[in-house]
Structures are given as structure tokens and as C-alpha cells.
């Protein structure tokens, strides 16, 4: 079965540096999205791709967070300058639909990022 | 924002049916409700969604009140396996999920 797979699966990296979280969408997907889910916290919405742009954004991704899809397969979140807040499990998801309501999103196994 | 509201935790039997609430009273009438889960240590996986009648899927059913008001997720036969952390979600205004806290579910052998 098609799965969404991310790596890392763990990154520790030191405050003010910078980060790129991998993940490789289901290939005949068009949708793609991160989330974010600080521990014992809610998921919480980051941003949605489509198009080689950006569709939509929370008020959390703000200039220290960028997303890029670098070649066919691949679709990245970098976060440029990190800080100890950015501590949380990071998921990739993506969908064949351009809305949630038509489709189910299939979310990855997510990379832990530990900012120390 | 339309929001949800589950109880933190519920238990159930092996084997028996589960039915896991969601009140969801400032919702509107475009918004679905969507249900996805979380097993330890993974990513979340979609489970079912709908906007007004009853859906049935091989994973679950989703029970719609009749006002939208509130909605129930019914695990016909739970395993082990379903021990997870289930999450009943609506749609914001830019058509993205707004995840709540979720109701654990623990099932007792």
C-alpha cells in the first residue's frame, strides 16, 4: 500500500540552527501539508502545497518556516533559525483531493525534532 | 472556528461495540465532520467523514445527529488494535482541519 514517508524519524540540532524535514508524498498525490504536534498537544495545522505554492498557512508559519518541492518526489519544511518552541513531531500528509472534505489526507509516521 | 468537544478518555471491552461522542454545537451548515486517529507512536490515520447522513466504511461508522450538532464513531467490534487516540474534526473557513484533544481510547482485553 502507498505510504508517505518521512526522515528523519528524529533530529536533534542546537537553538539558531537551521532544519530541513524530509518527506516523500504519495506519488500520484497533488496536495501536500505539514503538521505539527507539540508533545501532549494537539495536531496543529502548518501549511498546504499545491502547485508548486502555497495554498494556505497558520499564523504559525511564519518567516522562519519555508516549504519547497525541490524535485518530483521530494517535498520539504525548513525551518531557518530554530528555537527551543520548535520542539514537536512534525507530519507530512498528502492527498489526491484539493479539499479535506474530499478526501482523506494520509499522514506519514512523522520526524521528531528536539531543539536543545 | 468551529470547534469539537470529546471526553478525555473513554475504556471499552475486547470484542464489543464502541461508541466514541463529539459535540460539535457552533458548527456550520458546509462544514463535515471528519474522524482520524492516532496509534501510538504514529501518524494520524483517517478514519471516516461526512457532512449530514450516516456513512459506513470497513474501518467504522459515523452517526450524524439530525441537527449537525453532535456525531458518534462506531467501532463495530473493537480489537486491541484500536487503542489509539480518536479525533473528531471539523473544517475551517480555508478548508483545514482543526484538530481538538481527542479521546483516548483504551480497550481491555
Known amino acids: 500500500e502507498p505510504e508517505v514517508t518521512q526522515t528523519p524519524s528524529h533530529q536533534v540540532t542546537q537553538m539558531g540552527q537551521e532544519v530541513i524535514l524530509h518527506c516523500v508524498p504519495i506519488s500520484n498525490h497533488l496536495y501536500f501539508y505539514w503538521y505539527r504536534q507539540i508533545l501532549g498537544q494537539k495536531v496543529e495545522f502548518l501549511v498546504s502545497f499545491y502547485n508548486n505554492e502555497i495554498s494556505e498557512k497558520s499564523e504559525i508559519f511564519d518567516d522562519q518556516f519555508s516549504v519547497e518541492r525541490p524535485d518530483g518526489s521530494n517535498f520539504t519544511l525548513k525551518i531557518r533559525s530554530t528555537k527551543l518552541e520548535d520542539s514537536a513531531m512534525y507530519f507530512c500528509?498528502?492527498?489526491?483531493?484539493?479539499?479535506?472534505?474530499?478526501?482523506?489526507?494520509?499522514f506519514g509516521e512523522g520526524s521528531r525534532l528536539t531543539v536543545l | 472556528d468551529a470547534k469539537t468537544t470529546q471526553p478525555n478518555s473513554m475504556e471499552s471491552n475486547e470484542e464489543e461495540p464502541v461508541h466514541l461522542p463529539c459535540n460539535h454545537s457552533?458548527?456550520?451548515?458546509?462544514?463535515?465532520i471528519h474522524w482520524y486517529r492516532q496509534l501510538p507512536s504514529q501518524g494520524p490515520e483517517y478514519v471516516i467523514h461526512?457532512?449530514?447522513?450516516?456513512v459506513n466504511n470497513r474501518m467504522a461508522s459515523l452517526a450524524i445527529a439530525e441537527d449537525r450538532k453532535s456525531s458518534t464513531l462506531i467501532l463495530h467490534r473493537a480489537t486491541l488494535r484500536d487503542a489509539a487516540v480518536y479525533y473528531c474534526?471539523?473544517?475551517?473557513?480555508?478548508?483545514?482541519?482543526?484538530w481538538g484533544a481527542g479521546t483516548k481510547l483504551i480497550i481491555k482485553p
Open positions: 474534526i471539523l473544517e475551517d473557513s480555508n478548508y483545514q482541519l482543526i
Open positions: 500528509a498528502s492527498s489526491e483531493a484539493a479539499r479535506t472534505y474530499t478526501g482523506e489526507l494520509f
Open positions: 461526512g457532512l449530514t447522513s450516516n
Open positions: 457552533t458548527i456550520s451548515g458546509t462544514d463535515y
